[in-house]
């Protein structure tokens, strides 16, 4: 019986380039043609977003497209991942206002080069797993809260209301919506309203389409043909540069280096979270493997020279990197193609960039936020268990009224309490001892593999999972999972099962789940799992399992 282990032995194989890979695997003019379109169906997306993104930071545009250029080539050419695409991203916005606000950009700039070197460490020492430990609804409550977040501050913009100072939280901000409300710009409404109407209708009959840069040209040929007196790029920051500056530093001191130290923590911490879930998902569309690690290094890396460049945090996007999937990107190729594109386009299209409107941006990013959000599997948590439940929305009620940093840190204590309770129950009341550990054995006809999952199923465990389909050369065609001495899952657990299931629906292979206790076969049926196995997907013993899963293999 194979066991779950720890960390990993250090190996200089952990921080090798998927660049290197590809490129040692061979690299012809096939891949270099299917990569350039990638890159640029890419770029083309990451244009608006970018600039949108860096405004709802509290700078100026020109920043973000920055970002997208310098870390957005390093993280594809040193990370990982086959498919990373990174760049500014929603995760940041919230943290990266705060700090402006507060220390200034140069306050920005170091927290992002302490973040970075962070994020380096963090690689070396091997880090890359345990980041994947964060439970399943602390990451969808703070991601949810910042979406929240995100679309309250987009409101002024879009309706053209005038505030008589800076929101300085979420309640000041719907606070001064309500008392600005008559200084509602119909013109700039129409802008934003057409805009979002272009996006969501091309969302619905051609998503393949690049339908944010679409929406916001609509907007802007509006405001050209109508002649419409809305903001816009031009008129608020005065238009986008067409080169990249010259690198530089800020003035540091000790005593900035400790302010900002918690600020910088926030951002390495949410770099390297969403970056790895980025490529997660990366693996889960493609079938591959990212090195956790090796990713974090890139990260690191990518966002010091983000900082040095004039540029704001950058980590994984994870909708820019499932566009470049389906685009057919072969090799990380694709990802720094799409920073030169970014870069072409900046040179020939600065002067028309400075006619894009401010309630176009605010629409696209009204947009991002909606699907940031999560809301499905917000309400698909929302039937977790109870313990899960309050976690979730701690975490997304601390976010949006104190401070994401609290947040986090809240909902991951709070997490690892509820976890050592749910153990003490778990092991009183199924009498399973001391026992919590999880392994798995193999013994079953040619086609079928069986695994058994010892101890209770929670998210310190979760990620190991996935991890069996890495393991297999060949995928069966038929995985039987004993579960009888699983007493207790959370939603973790059930989430990283639902992503194994659908892992081996892509591989062309079957689930079926035996002795499933009552605990974790009621969380499943609540929360859809069940009924995705389908009528022969759970068995009440092994004989039965065996039984249909040699009906399934048999010619």
Same mark, same amino acid.
């Given at each position: *019986?194979?066991?779950?282990? &720890?960390?990993?032995?250090?190996?200089?194989? *952990?921080?090798?380039?998927?660049?290197?890979?590809?490129?040692?695997? &061979?690299? /012809?003019?096939?891949?270099?043609?299917?990569?350039?379109?990638?890159?640029?169906?890419?770029?083309?997306?990451?244009? +608006?977003?970018?600039?949108?993104?860096?405004?709802?930071?509290?700078?100026?545009?020109?920043?973000?497209?920055?970002?997208?250029?310098?870390?957005?080539?390093?993280?594809?050419?040193?990370?990982?991942?086959?498919?990373?695409?990174?760049?500014?991203? /929603? $995760?940041?916005?919230?943290?990266?206002?705060?700090?402006? !606000?507060?220390?200034?950009?140069?306050?920005?700039?170091?927290?992002?080069?302490?973040?970075?070197?962070?994020?380096?460490? /963090?690689?070396?020492?091997?880090?890359?797993?345990?980041?994947?430990?964060?439970?399943?609804?602390?990451?969808?409550?703070?991601?949810? /809260?910042?979406?929240?977040?995100?679309?309250?501050?987009?409101?002024?913009?879009?309706?053209?209301?005038?505030?008589?100072?800076? +929101?300085?939280?979420?309640?000041?901000?719907?606070?001064?919506?309500?008392?600005?409300?008559?200084?509602?710009?119909?013109?700039?409404?129409? #802008?934003?309203?057409?805009?979002?109407?272009?996006?969501?209708?091309?969302?619905?009959?051609?998503?393949?389409?690049?339908?944010?840069?679409? @929406?916001?040209?609509?907007?802007?040929?509006?405001?050209?043909?109508?002649?419409?007196?809305?903001?816009?790029?031009?008129?608020?920051?005065?238009?986008?540069?067409?080169?990249?500056?010259?690198?530089?530093?800020?003035?540091?001191?000790?005593?900035?280096?400790?302010?900002? $130290?918690?600020?910088?923590?926030?951002?390495?911490? %949410?770099?390297?979270?969403?970056?790895?879930?980025?490529?997660?998902?990366?693996?889960?569309?493609?079938?591959?493997?990212?090195?956790?690690?090796?990713?974090?290094?890139?990260?690191? #890396?990518?966002?010091?020279?983000?900082?040095?460049?004039? &540029?704001?945090? $950058?980590? =994984?996007?994870?909708?820019?990197?499932?566009?470049?999937?389906?685009?057919?990107?072969?090799?990380?190729?694709?990802? *720094?193609?799409?920073?030169?594109?970014?870069?072409?386009?900046?040179?020939?299209?600065?002067?028309?960039?400075?006619?894009?409107?401010?309630?176009?941006?605010?629409?696209?990013?009204?947009?991002?936020?909606?699907?940031?959000?999560?809301?499905?599997?917000?309400?698909?948590? *929302?039937?977790?268990?109870?313990?899960?439940?309050?976690?979730?929305?701690?975490?997304?009620?601390?976010?949006?009224?104190?401070?994401?940093?609290?947040?986090?840190?809240? @909902?991951?204590?709070?997490?690892?309490?509820?976890?050592?309770?749910?153990?003490?129950?778990?092991?009183?009341?199924?009498?399973?001892?001391?026992?919590?550990?999880?392994?798995?054995?193999?013994?079953?006809?040619?086609?079928?593999?069986?695994?058994?999952?010892?101890?209770?199923?929670?998210?310190?465990?979760?990620?190991?999972?996935?991890?069996?389909?890495?393991?297999?050369?060949?995928?069966?065609?038929?995985?039987?999972?004993?579960?009888?001495? #699983?007493?207790?899952?959370?939603?973790?657990?059930?989430?990283?099962?639902?992503?194994?299931?659908?892992?081996?629906?892509?591989?062309?292979?079957?689930?079926?789940?035996?002795?499933?206790?009552? !605990?974790?076969?009621? #969380?499943?049926?609540?929360? =859809?799992?069940?009924?995705?196995? &389908?009528?022969?997907?759970?068995?009440?013993?092994?004989?039965? $399992? %065996?039984?249909?899963? !040699?009906?399934?293999?048999? +010619?």
């Amino acid at each position: *019986m194979a066991k779950f282990e &720890g960390l990993p032995a250090f190996s200089f194989n *952990m921080f090798m380039p998927k660049l290197v890979t590809c490129l040692r695997e &061979g690299y /012809g003019p096939a891949r270099f043609r299917a990569d350039a379109m990638a890159g640029l169906t890419v770029a083309v997306v990451a244009l +608006p977003l970018a600039m949108a993104f860096a405004i709802a930071s509290g700078t100026t545009p020109d920043r973000g497209l920055f970002t997208a250029v310098v870390a957005g080539f390093l993280i594809s050419a040193l990370g990982g991942s086959r498919h990373q695409i990174g760049g500014p991203t /929603g $995760a940041f916005v919230v943290v990266v206002f705060g700090i402006i !606000q507060q220390h200034g950009y140069d306050g920005l700039v170091i927290a992002t080069l302490m973040a970075g070197v962070m994020l380096v460490a /963090g690689g070396l020492l091997g880090l890359g797993a345990v980041i994947k430990y964060v439970p399943y609804p602390v990451v969808t409550g703070f991601t949810a /809260g910042i979406a929240a977040i995100i679309f309250s501050t987009q409101v002024k913009d879009f309706f053209g209301l005038a505030f008589p100072h800076t +929101p300085a939280n979420f309640l000041d901000t719907w606070r001064l919506v309500g008392e600005s409300i008559a200084t509602i710009r119909l013109p700039t409404v129409a #802008v934003g309203a057409l805009t979002l109407a272009v996006i969501l209708v091309l969302r619905r009959f051609r998503p393949t389409w690049p339908i944010m840069l679409i @929406g916001v040209v609509v907007g802007a040929l509006l405001v050209w043909l109508a002649n419409f007196p809305v903001e816009t790029i031009g008129s608020r920051f005065g238009g986008i540069p067409r080169s990249l500056p010259a690198p530089s530093l800020p003035e540091v001191s000790l005593k900035r280096l400790i302010d900002l $130290a918690p600020s910088a923590f926030t951002i390495a911490f %949410l770099a390297g979270i969403e970056s790895l879930l980025s490529a997660v998902i990366a693996d889960g569309m493609t079938g591959r493997r990212h090195r956790s690690n090796g990713e974090l290094v890139a990260q690191g #890396v990518a966002n010091i020279a983000s900082g040095i460049f004039g &540029g704001i945090p $950058a980590t =994984g996007a994870i909708a820019r990197t499932a566009t470049n999937v389906r685009a057919g990107a072969q090799t990380p190729v694709a990802g *720094m193609l799409h920073a030169v594109f970014l870069f072409g386009f900046m040179w020939l299209l600065a002067p028309l960039a400075a006619m894009i409107p401010l309630a176009s941006l605010a629409a696209v990013l009204m947009v991002v936020a909606w699907f940031m959000s999560e809301a499905k599997g917000f309400r698909h948590l *929302m039937r977790a268990p109870r313990s899960d439940r309050l976690v979730l929305l701690l975490t997304f009620g601390l976010t949006i009224l104190v401070d994401i940093t609290v947040a986090i840190g809240v @909902g991951v204590v709070l997490a690892s309490l509820l976890f050592m309770r749910r153990m003490a129950q778990a092991t009183h009341i199924e009498g399973d001892g001391d026992q919590a550990d999880a392994g798995f054995e193999t013994a079953a006809p040619p086609g079928v593999v069986m695994y058994r999952i010892d101890g209770p199923f929670f998210f310190g465990v979760a990620a190991h999972l996935n991890e069996i389909l890495d393991r297999i050369g060949s995928p069966p065609k038929v995985f039987v999972l004993r579960l009888g001495h #699983v007493p207790f899952i959370d939603a973790s657990g059930a989430h990283a099962l639902e992503e194994f299931i659908n892992r081996c629906r892509l591989r062309g292979a079957q689930v079926i789940l035996t002795h499933v206790q009552s !605990q974790p076969l009621n #969380v499943l049926k609540a929360m =859809g799992i069940a009924g995705q196995l &389908g009528p022969d997907g759970i068995a009440d013993t092994v004989e039965v $399992a %065996l039984a249909t899963a !040699q009906r399934l293999v048999s +010619p």
